[in-house]
Each structure stands twice: as structure tokens, then as C-alpha cells.
């Protein structure tokens, strides 16, 4: 299954924004509500066709490797980010196609924004967390340590986002943007 792993890693990452764009010109463009809650509502599926993939993979024979790593970290943003995501193009689309109200934007400054970085922060420091459950759960399904002992250490190697992605709320924090006042 060498690259077919790859192969259905960037199916679904392609799959998730069809069926995200399809859904949203559904609901927005063509009034097909039930299409459009059928198209959303089918998006998660990629996730369990992409675990379903890398578990048969690792059952198949294969030891962890990047392909593995790639397709937890995948999972883990799907799971923590995915809702947050189609709100967000649910809002632009509906702005931009069907006369909705401009999409909410991060605050411009101050501790406001400082808050928003944190909070957004420990969303990654989430995403990072279900990786590992994700990754246990592999080891788990798969059943054998010395082929799934390098993903476990692949999964720990993306503390480095975690730690890279702190950088913003810190500068926020120690070095806030002045906000300008609004005009009357």
C-alpha cells in the first residue's frame, strides 16, 4: 500500500473542500438545503476512510513512518479545526455570494487580540493532544510496538508546531498593538 496511503491522504484533504465547496454552492447558489446538509454532513467520512487506510496499512505490514505521522496530524486538525473551518467558508460564501453579513474578523489589537491568540492557541495545543489519542489508538488497533514505535515518535515531533505557534500569543501579549480609537 507504499503510496496509495499518500494517495488517499490528499483524496480526502482534495474530498474535504469539494464536498465543503459543493455543500456551501448547494445551500447558497441553488437553494438545495438537503443536498447541502447531506454534502456537509458527509464530510467527517473522509476522516473515518483515511483512519480505515492507515490502519489497514499498518495491519497490512507496514511499519510507521511519515505517511502515518501525516495522516494522524491530519486527523487530529480534522477533529479540532474541522467545525471551526466550515463555519468559517460557511460565512465568507454566504457573504460573498448570498449577501450575508461580512464574516467576524480576529480583534485588530490590544488584549483582545491577545486573548484570541491564546485562545487559538490552546485550540492547537488540543489538536496536539488528539494526535496523541489518535496515534495510541493506532498503536492499539494495530497491535504490534516495534512497527508503531516510529510513529509515537513522529507524533511527538510536532510539539515543535505547538511550540512555534506560541510565539504568536506571546508577542500579543508582551507587545500588544495599539488599537485606534474609532471615529465618531
Known amino acids: 500500500m507504499n503510496n496509495v496511503l499518500v494517495a488517499i491522504i490528499i483524496a480526502c484533504e482534495v474530498g474535504f473542500w469539494v464536498?465543503?465547496?459543493l455543500g456551501l454552492a448547494s445551500r447558497y447558489l441553488w437553494g438545495l438545503r438537503r443536498l447541502s446538509n447531506v454534502l456537509l454532513i458527509s464530510v467527517p467520512l473522509l476522516d473515518v476512510i483515511l483512519l480505515a487506510?492507515?490502519?489497514f496499512d499498518m495491519r497490512g505490514g507496514a511499519t510507521a513512518d511519515l505517511r502515518h505521522a501525516l495522516a494522524v496530524a491530519y486527523l487530529a486538525y480534522s477533529v479540532v479545526f474541522g467545525h471551526?473551518?466550515?463555519r468559517w467558508a460557511d460565512a465568507?460564501?454566504?457573504h460573498r455570494f448570498a449577501d450575508g453579513p461580512p464574516p467576524p474578523r480576529p480583534p485588530a489589537g490590544g488584549m483582545a487580540r491577545a486573548r484570541y491568540e491564546?485562545?487559538?492557541w490552546l485550540w492547537i495545543a488540543v489538536a496536539y493532544g488528539v494526535a496523541w489519542m489518535i496515534g495510541f489508538a493506532l498503536v492499539w488497533l494495530?497491535?504490534?510496538?516495534a512497527r508503531t514505535e516510529p510513529l509515537m515518535d513522529?507524533?511527538?515531533g510536532l510539539s515543535k508546531i505547538v511550540l512555534i505557534a506560541l510565539l504568536w500569543p506571546v508577542s500579543y501579549t508582551l507587545w500588544p498593538k495599539k488599537?485606534?480609537?474609532a471615529e465618531s
Open 53 to 55: 487506510a492507515a490502519v
Open 92 to 94: 465568507k460564501f454566504h
Open 179 to 181: 488599537v485606534e480609537p
Open 154 to 156: 513522529l507524533v511527538g
Open 118 to 120: 491564546w485562545v487559538l
Open 142 to 145: 494495530v497491535g504490534d510496538p
Open 19 to 21: 464536498l465543503l465547496a
Open 84 to 86: 471551526r473551518t466550515l
